[in-house]
């Protein structure tokens, strides 16, 4: 019954915020390096975010740097993503994913994805 479930997306305008959660059952979340990806209309998935196990590391895309923030909640087995200044280039369906390992370099997350959540940035 591995499952990750994402919340929080909808329609917010150029500027506004918008905060993604992504809770897991049927695992512990803690023991997993967790990972934000969103996939835009006609283009390829790529990775927003990322975060260790213990919360202490992370790292993000050069294009949400300084207006997204990663965040883990272990005892709610609950990871967020808080963006701020949102603009209509971050419109995307937005997914959460988990993989063995405590790092955040660039492999594969194979280990459970959820089914994602839509954002979009429009006046």
């Known amino acids: 019954q591995l499952q990750l479930v994402e919340s929080g997306g909808g329609l917010v305008q150029p500027g506004g915020s918008l905060r993604l959660s992504c809770v897991a059952s049927g695992f512990t979340l803690s023991t997993y390096t967790i990972g934000w990806f969103r996939q835009a209309p006609g283009k390829e998935r790529e990775r927003v975010s990322c975060i260790i196990r213990n919360g202490e590391g992370s790292n993000y895309a050069d294009s949400v740097k300084g207006r997204f923030t990663i965040s883990r909640d272990n005892a709610k087995n609950t990871v967020y993503l808080q963006m701020n200044s949102l603009k209509p280039e971050d419109t995307a369906v937005y997914y959460c994913?988990?993989?063995?390992?405590?790092?955040?370099?660039?492999?594969?997350?194979?280990?459970?994805w959820g089914q994602g959540t839509q954002v979009t940035v429009s006046s």
């Open positions: 994913a988990t993989r063995v390992g405590n790092n955040c370099l660039n492999l594969p997350f194979t280990h459970a």
